[in-house]
């Protein structure tokens, strides 16, 4: 039905949610951004503007970025948004926010947690985005 591996899934309100991994006969496997150890690329919005990161699933609707230069100031509230540098989903789709990071004077790179906009109980109709050309 027109279903393929790597379409992007949001819910109504345009979150993503997660993408599809596995098509069968009769349905469809997605894995959730929160799968823990799978990565995409993320746009943090800061008050001194966009920041490009890697977030990555942490598993339990968990998710964590990285990569974040030690001198980007971050501040907890920030939007973070999918990157259009990405190749697994398209740019501009609202993903969550920054609940906590940490800077260590001794490491180049800064790292966090991403409160994702979507719970458990809360997934119930999803729509998939048919006409993003992944990129492998």
Do not use: H
């Not at 993408?19 to 069968?24: N, Q």
């Amino acid at each position: 039905d027109g279903v393929a591996e790597g379409m992007p899934l949001i819910s109504p309100s345009g979150l993503l949610l997660g993408r599809v991994s596995e098509v069968m006969n009769n349905f469809s496997r997605v894995e959730l951004i929160s799968l823990k150890d799978k990565a995409f690329e993320v746009i943090l919005k800061t008050e001194t503007g966009d920041v490009l990161a890697a977030a990555n699933g942490l598993g339990n609707f968990g998710l964590g970025f990285q990569w974040v230069p030690n001198e980007q100031a971050l501040t907890a509230g920030s939007s973070v948004f999918t990157s259009q540098l990405g190749s697994k989903y398209p740019g501009g789709l609202l993903v969550g926010e920054v609940i906590s990071f940490v800077k260590n004077d001794a490491e180049a790179f800064q790292s966090g947690k991403i409160k994702p906009f979507f719970t458990s109980e809360r997934l119930g109709q999803a729509f998939l985005i048919t006409n993003f050309n992944q990129v492998e």
